[in-house]
């Protein structure tokens, strides 16, 4: 590899990083305030989601413009997409329509959890593993969901997302550490 190729993949790896640790930060911040509203109120924990969701989707949206590359920013685009439709969804889905809620709480999860799979089949850093791991956390948290139907409680359904926040946050804190040494060679 050339000399100035090896210094722009550097420069680029110290622009990125600081934006993935943003975004793993803001999303363990949005994962804590969810648990915790999700164990203290059942009825609005899912409809605080919402607003969580939309605030997420804006730092993927920005995370996606200033920090990714190429290859990876269609899928954090698509991520971030259906995030804000989902958080709309939660907005204006009346708490009358729990069972519909909660299907469509189960879609996104699994949804989100199969572009995370993807994005880490596309990324080629160190850290990737982690975005692996949260995928498959997100796609079993979306079938527990499923599975509870609508004999679930909007706790557990919150709970559930509060607990993908905190996964996709550790994630990214996890890909931006790992994109903050650029001197070791990415795993291909």
């Given at each position: ?135 498959v ?8 969901v499923?599975?509870?139907?609508s ?16 996964c ?21």
């Amino acid at each position: 590899m050339s000399e100035q190729a090896t210094s722009s993949r550097v420069s680029e790896h110290r622009v990125r990083w600081k934006w993935f640790l943003a975004l793993g930060v803001v999303l363990l911040v949005l994962g804590l305030a969810g648990v915790s509203v999700a164990t203290l109120l059942e009825l609005t924990s899912l409809l605080v989601f919402g607003p969580l969701l939309l605030a997420s989707s804006i730092v993927q949206l920005l995370t996606a413009l200033f920090g990714e590359g190429r290859k990876e920013r269609l899928l954090h685009f698509a991520a971030a997409g259906a995030e804000m439709v989902f958080g709309f969804l939660i907005m204006v889905n009346p708490p009358e329509k729990v069972v519909g809620l909660i299907a469509l709480v189960a879609i996104f999860l699994v949804v989100i959890g199969l572009a995370r799979l993807a994005r880490s089949l596309v990324t080629r850093s160190r850290g990737r593993a982690w975005t692996l791991l949260a995928g498959v956390i997100a796609v079993l948290l979306g079938i527990s969901v499923w599975a509870g139907g609508s004999v679930a409680k909007l706790g557990f359904v919150g709970l559930c997302i509060a607990i993908d926040f905190l996964c996709h946050g550790v994630a990214w804190s996890a890909l931006a550490l790992a994109e903050r040494n650029p001197d070791q060679s990415p795993v291909s």
